[in-house]
């Protein structure tokens, strides 16, 4: 069975903090992403990694920042957070040619 | 890039009775079409998906139909319960790595 996690369910940080979500994944997957998810607005993909040290913009990727040292890992960082980055947010991997498998969600408020 | 619509935003059903999402997509080079189900408070979970060689996909109660020539796939749900209730979304990817996501459909299921 495919497990994604995420370090934190809920998270609350101040406005200019630097700010680190974690993804960890169990199935040697190749493909991992970050998304956030706002009402009305659906999943929106913010970067996205293929391989270990490779990385994509998505659609969204300003005030974002990724890191994927190894395989299993793939990480987001908010260099300076700022309120509108208040959000859910979801990492997903997957192989290749395949449907993507999500984590738990992280709950960001940003105050 | 991909874009991807979804109909309805909301469908209120009541049990026993069936349920159809509809979703449209631009790219024809799209290939690979998962549908997603996310009850209140919990990740998406890929419920079915459907590759563009093929023209229907089934799995118990629910059901994928895709027709590339009019670029459209569509969700079925028959003889819904109180289980079913959740947003639903389709999504539609090309050789890419990146699943375009629809907006989202919130089922909900009278009982």
């Known amino acids: 069975d495919v497990k994604v996690t995420q370090s934190s369910r809920y998270l609350v940080k101040r406005t200019g903090e630097k700010v680190f979500l974690e993804c960890v994944q169990d199935m040697d997957h190749e493909n991992m992403f970050w998304y956030r998810q706002d009402p009305g607005l659906g999943l929106r993909l913010i970067y996205f990694s293929y391989d270990v040290k490779m990385k994509e913009k998505g659609d969204i990727p300003e005030g974002y920042s990724v890191s994927r040292e190894k395989k299993e890992r793939f990480s987001l960082i908010l260099e300076s957070a700022s309120t509108n980055q208040t959000s859910m947010y979801l990492c997903a991997s997957s192989y290749l040619d395949s449907g993507q498998y999500f984590g738990p969600g992280t709950r960001l408020t940003v105050t | 890039g991909e874009n991807v619509e979804q109909h309805p935003s909301t469908l209120s059903v009541q049990e026993g009775d069936s349920a159809v999402i509809k979703c449209t997509y631009s790219?024809?080079?799209?290939?690979?079409f998962p549908w997603y189900k996310q009850e209140l408070g919990k990740r998406p979970q890929l419920i079915i998906d459907?590759?563009?060689?093929?023209g229907e996909k089934k799995d118990q109660r629910i059901a994928v139909t895709l027709n590339k020539t009019a670029k459209h796939f569509s969700l079925h749900i028959t003889e819904t319960q109180p289980e079913d209730s959740a947003v639903y979304f389709c999504a539609a990817k090309k050789h890419d790595y990146k699943l375009s996501f629809g907006a989202g459909t919130t089922v909900t299921v009278r009982a």
């Open positions: 790219d024809s080079a799209s290939n690979y």
């Open positions: 459907i590759r563009s060689n093929v």
